[in-house]
């Protein structure tokens, strides 16, 4: 369905309030910016922008849900003869080698990082939406697998997962706060992800094949 004038409105008012406090976050960190400096820089109300934005948290991270349902979408989309974690192993690759910045690879993450690394209360949402990310995973693999809820194999599963994801995504961020180069970064992860991968039992790498059974 074609988007609606309203709906349109709502998303640009929406994506400018958290491009404005986006802005005065990196500018002057996450928590010397109040949500009352956000709303007269984007010349709306402070309601407007709790509206939009429950909690000031999501005004820096309003791309979390993406982020969250990420590892789903992957092993729900996994081929015929893939596995879970081969799947995420493929997809983390393609984004890694494509240097593409929703992995992070991008210039100005090291900025991101930075007001992340320096608010408590950031650094506090971050490791919730992990937890989220983790919760989600485990639920996407006991309904493609049609494990029982009482079997522990798909929170396991899930923990090895997500520990790919995880260890990628904290690798960038670190070697961008070191003042990597987005293509330079990129090569050294992806022979990061061989390590890992060498590091998985066969019992993971095989588990919830697409088609098998």
């Known amino acids: 369905m074609a988007e609606g004038l309203r709906e349109r409105k709502k998303r640009q008012t929406r994506q400018y309030i958290s491009d404005v406090a986006t ?10 910016v109040t949500v009352a400096e956000v709303a ?4 709306v109300s402070v309601n407007t922008v709790y509206n939009y934005f429950p909690a000031k948290e999501d005004l820096f991270l309003d791309r979390s849900k993406g982020v969250i349902d990420r ?5 729900r989309g996994r081929r015929d003869g893939e ?55 485990e639920q996407t693999l006991r309904e493609e697998t049609g494990s029982a809820d009482d079997d522990m194999t798909p929170a396991l599963m899930a923990g090895q997962v997500n520990w ?13 706060l070191a003042g990597g180069k987005p293509s330079e970064v990129s090569r050294d992860v992806l022979l990061l992800l061989d390590e890992m991968e ?7 790498l095989n588990y919830a094949v ?3 059974g």
């Open 23 to 32: 802005g005065l976050f990196l500018e002057r960190g996450f928590e010397a």
């Open 40 to 43: 007269d820089a984007a010349n």
């Open 71 to 75: 590892l789903s979408r992957w092993v």
């Open 83 to 137: 596995s879970a974690a081969r799947a995420v192993l493929r997809e983390l690759r393609e984004e890694v080698e494509t240097v593409s910045p929703r992995v992070g690879l991008m210039d100005g993450y090291a900025k991101f990082m930075k007001v992340i690394q320096d608010s408590p209360a950031l650094r506090s949402r971050m490791w919730a939406i992990g937890q989220e990310v983790l919760l989600n995973l």
């Open 164 to 176: 790919l994801h995880g260890t990628v995504i904290a690798a960038i961020g670190q070697r961008m």
């Open 198 to 204: 060498e590091l998985l039992s066969e019992k993971v």
């Open 210 to 212: 697409r088609g098998a």
